[in-house]
């Protein structure tokens, strides 16, 4: 069974920083490209960032950039975002999603509050 479970959400002040975590199981997450996805309220789901399945490369949003990095462990079939110097607006459901040979696969959603 094909699972990703994200963590590491949670209220943080502006300025602040969160790491999210994403652990996958049931697929080969080494071959999959990764991504975090995010929506705030009232509005679309949007992409954050993505990774390369050997991580070699990454492409963040302009909206993030500077702010965030994602990352992954192969061995241990995790993937990361550290968001750092936090804005209200970073207020937003973010979701791990892995693509590959087997299609999409999307995480649960974890809860980012940015907010003093």
């Known amino acids: 069974e094909v699972q990703l479970v994200e963590s590491g959400g949670g209220l943080v002040q502006p300025g602040g920083s969160l790491r999210l975590s994403c652990s996958t199981s049931?697929?080969?997450?080494?071959?999959?490209?990764a991504s975090w996805y995010r929506r705030a309220p009232g509005k679309e789901r949007d992409l954050v960032a993505s990774?390369?399945?050997?991580?070699?490369?990454?492409d963040i949003a302009d909206s993030v950039k500077g702010r965030f990095a994602i990352s992954r462990d192969n061995g241990q079939n995790i993937l990361y975002l550290q968001m750092n110097n936090l804005k209200p607006e970073d207020t937003a459901v973010y979701y791990c999603?892995?693509?590959?040979?087997?299609?999409?696969?999307w995480g649960q959603g974890t809860q980012v509050t940015v907010s003093s």
């Open positions: 999603q892995c693509s590959g040979t087997t299609g999409d696969h």
């Open positions: 049931g697929f080969t997450f080494s071959r999959y490209f």
């Open positions: 990774i390369s399945p050997g991580g070699t490369g990454t």
